[in-house]
């Protein structure tokens, strides 16, 4: 039983944990999608580097849609997540992005306006503590609290020398505060199947440096709260772990200067299918793909249209203590 819970847990890990963005347009850098590695015992160190892609087509002025073509954001990230158990209670992750951000505007007469910038994004460190009983195998509740520290460069310039928006640098320039909070059911009709939630809020900073000192810039707070369900099974020799989650998203206004800064917010709510390969009793594939069912984003902004996930999990158990003591 603990070989199969440990392999449900690391299969739908990756599906299950929720990302930040931190533009006006919900393009910015998931500083936290891979935030919530399962629980293990002391000593055990666990990798994670994941492919995110996240692709907005879909121009919307609160609930209605504005059919127009011209303008695209793509914010591509290669995110490396790495996690150690102090004790078999406590334990801390750190994450950190390399983060391209592509933007288009298609002007009249098929002259493109496009800008890019790539760089190192910002680190994170969430220091975790399980708080069920160390023998529940059926109830498992994790917290969290960490700081975003603004390691990413919020200067980057444009193509005429201009620092570019907020919602095009790699870093924020501010100091964050993450809480995150995940809580695990399985099932005692079918033990390989789970029920999931995860909350997530992000508390954040201002950067008093922007745009070279002269202004002052603060992302809107995040709420997120993810729901979902994931079974496991064998295909061949081969454990498949599918799983179906629903994200709820709630993005506060930015502030520029200290005022409320339009077109900057909203709610948005989010199909999240995904699916995990055990590679190895230690390495598992994962995939996500994230489909918006509704966005009222406050204002017009560009809205997600889909978002991909692809990444490996690796697990280094403590010597003498294998994958099958990742959860008791």
Same mark, same amino acid.
């Given at each position: 039983?603990?070989?199969?819970?440990? @392999?449900?847990?690391?299969?739908?890990? /990756?599906?299950?944990?929720? *990302?930040? !963005?931190?533009?006006?347009? !919900?393009?910015?850098?998931?500083?936290? =999608?891979?935030?919530?590695?399962?629980?293990?015992?002391?000593?055990?160190?666990?990798?994670? &580097?994941?492919?995110?892609?996240?692709? /907005?087509?879909?121009?919307?002025?609160?609930?209605?849609?504005?059919?127009?073509?011209?303008? #695209?954001?793509?914010?591509?990230? &290669?995110?490396?997540?790495?996690?150690?158990?102090?004790?078999?209670?406590?334990?801390?992750?750190?994450?950190?992005?390399?983060?391209?951000? #592509?933007?288009?505007?298609?002007?009249?007469? *098929?002259?493109?306006?496009? #800008?890019?910038?790539?760089?190192?994004?910002?680190?994170?460190?969430?220091?975790?503590?399980?708080?069920?009983s160390l023998n529940s195998q059926k109830h498992?509740?994790?917290? *969290?609290?960490?700081?975003?520290?603004?390691?990413?460069?919020? !200067?980057?310039?444009?193509?005429?020398?201009?620092?570019?928006?907020?919602?095009?640098?790699?870093?924020? *320039?501010?100091?964050?505060?993450?809480?995150?909070?995940?809580?695990?059911?399985?099932?005692?009709?079918?033990?390989?199947? !789970? /029920?999931?939630?995860?909350?997530?809020?992000? +508390?954040?900073?201002?950067?008093?440096?922007? &745009?070279?000192?002269?202004?002052?810039?603060?992302?809107? #707070?995040?709420?997120? @709260?993810?729901?979902?369900?994931?079974?496991?099974?064998?295909?061949?020799?081969?454990?498949?772990?599918?799983?179906?989650?629903?994200?709820?998203?709630?993005? +506060?206004?930015?502030?520029?200067?200290?005022?409320?800064?339009?077109? =900057?917010?909203?709610?948005?709510?989010?199909?999240?299918?995904?699916?995990?390969?055990?590679?190895?009793?230690?390495?598992?594939?994962?995939?996500?793909?994230?489909l918006p069912l509704y966005a009222n984003p406050?204002?017009?902004?560009?809205?997600?249209?889909?978002?991909?996930?692809?990444?490996?999990?690796?697990?280094?158990?403590?010597?003498?203590?294998?994958?099958?003591?990742?959860?008791?």
């Amino acid at each position: 039983m603990r070989i199969i819970t440990a @392999i449900l847990l690391i299969g739908f890990i /990756l599906t299950v944990s929720p *990302g930040f !963005s931190q533009t006006c347009c !919900s393009g910015g850098v998931p500083i936290s =999608t891979n935030l919530g590695l399962p629980p293990s015992y002391q000593g055990t160190a666990q990798f994670t &580097l994941t492919y995110d892609a996240n692709i /907005l087509r879909t121009l919307k002025e609160g609930t209605t849609l504005i059919e127009d073509r011209a303008r #695209e954001r793509i914010t591509s990230s &290669l995110i490396l997540s790495a996690g150690y158990s102090i004790t078999d209670r406590i334990g801390v992750e750190a994450l950190i992005p390399f983060v391209r951000q #592509e933007r288009n505007i298609t002007q009249p007469g *098929g002259f493109n306006d496009f #800008e890019s910038t790539q760089g190192i994004g910002d680190l994170l460190i969430l220091f975790k503590y399980r708080v069920t009983s160390l023998n529940s195998q059926k109830h498992v509740l994790s917290m *969290g609290l960490g700081p975003k520290m603004p390691t990413g460069s919020s !200067s980057e310039l444009n193509s005429r020398g201009l620092i570019l928006n907020a919602d095009l640098q790699p870093g924020s *320039g501010a100091w964050d505060i993450i809480y995150w909070g995940n809580y695990i059911y399985q099932l005692d009709s079918r033990p390989t199947m !789970s /029920l999931y939630s995860v909350v997530t809020y992000r +508390q954040t900073g201002t950067n008093t440096d922007y &745009l070279n000192g002269s202004s002052t810039y603060k992302i809107g #707070e995040n709420l997120r @709260i993810l729901a979902g369900v994931s079974d496991q099974f064998r295909v061949g020799s081969v454990m498949f772990s599918p799983s179906l989650g629903v994200r709820y998203r709630k993005a +506060q206004a930015d502030e520029f200067n200290s005022e409320l800064l339009p077109s =900057t917010g909203g709610d948005w709510v989010y199909l999240i299918p995904g699916a995990g390969i055990s590679i190895t009793p230690n390495l598992t594939f994962e995939t996500n793909v994230e489909l918006p069912l509704y966005a009222n984003p406050t204002g017009t902004q560009l809205s997600p249209t889909y978002r991909v996930n692809i990444g490996l999990h690796y697990v280094l158990p403590k010597k003498n203590k294998g994958i099958e003591n990742l959860v008791k």
